[in-house]
DNA sequence: TCTCGCGTTTACGTCAACGTCAAACCTGGC
DNA sequence: GCCAGGTTTGACGTTGACGTAAACGCGAGA
């Protein structure tokens, strides 16, 4: 009986939600309270299904790109019930594309803080490299840290 | 006698400065009582030149990409007083360098947060073009809406 | 002279997103 | 029967980034 994480029927604990995705009880209970999650209950324990997990993982994203959890609620809201008419639906159509073009600026203006800091870097490493070259690859280090960071991620 | 903005020797008092950059005097006194803003007084007055212009300029982009006014302070602090030491610009060079890989990963999630939005744009104008086709233009609007807000803001 | 309008300082208020702590509850194991 | 461990519901604390209100200074204009 291999439980599987992508079977629909199967159901998580608070426990398994907060070790898998790195939360605590207390933010996903918060969630609750704000109207993001309302897992069913057994009893008094709190019982997610693969629904609520789902919206945890757009809960999560959503906070990693800068939304607020109250926008996180309107978009969730909106997908959600968005057989509540055609009305609804446009208007919900209307804030995706206004968050897009949020989000594109977001991006430029990333785009521009990272040319200015590599700059910055081009900048030091002139100087460094011309007053003490010794400390130089205490940085390159760096990369080949993150490289190898990034491979165990996957 | 034009005063240029970008005549260096030009002098700005608050309320200029925050009419320009759309913040309040609130906001850029709070800047100075954290450190990141150090204007010369005209008696009691404060009196901004072109260097804390830009280093406003620099603050709002900061905030603008997600670092904490905390964080804004470090990297100009750095970029200040790189003179302290060759240790210390090393120190500057990791940074920025850290800076630029959580800003690359920040631009990873918009990026997807960006597809996920596009996605449910296409499935929301799926279903109103068979539903409510005429409800889709309001939304369309938007776009050219937008085209002539960037066309103001040049 | 008196009042505006903009500036100043000091101090307290607010809002989001949780953290922390307390007190009570249920459950399995010994 | 009882204890440990995980869960629940409040309720208060915290941090960052300001807002807001009170009280005052000061030069320009009616």
Redesign the pocket.
């Known amino acids: 009986m291999p439980s599987d994480l992508r079977r629909p029927e199967r159901t998580f ?4 939600l ?1 070790l898998e995705f790195k ?10 309270d ?1 109207g993001l999650l309302a ?1 069913a ?1 057994d ?4 019982v997610y299904n693969h629904r609520d997990r789902v919206r945890l993982q757009l809960i999560l994203q959503g ?1 990693r790109v800068g ?6 609620r309107e978009i969730l809201d909106l997908y959600d019930h968005n057989d509540g008419g055609a009305a609804q639906m446009a208007r919900s159509l209307r804030k995706f594309r206004e968050r897009i073009l949020a989000l594109r600026a977001q991006r430029e203006d990333i785009d521009g803080a990272i040319h200015a800091l590599e700059e910055g870097c081009v900048r030091l490493e002139r100087q460094l490299s011309g007053l003490r070259p010794d400390l130089l690859p205490q940085a390159a280090d760096y990369d080949s840290a993150m490289r190898s960071r990034l491979d165990a991620a996957e």
């Not at 604990?13 to 398994?16: E, G, M, N, T, W």
């Not at 939304?67 to 996180?72: A, T, Y």
């Open positions: 604990a608070i426990r398994q907060c939360v605590t009880p207390r933010a996903l209970r918060f969630y609750e704000k897992p209950r009893g008094m324990n709190r906070k939304f607020s959890l109250n926008e996180i």
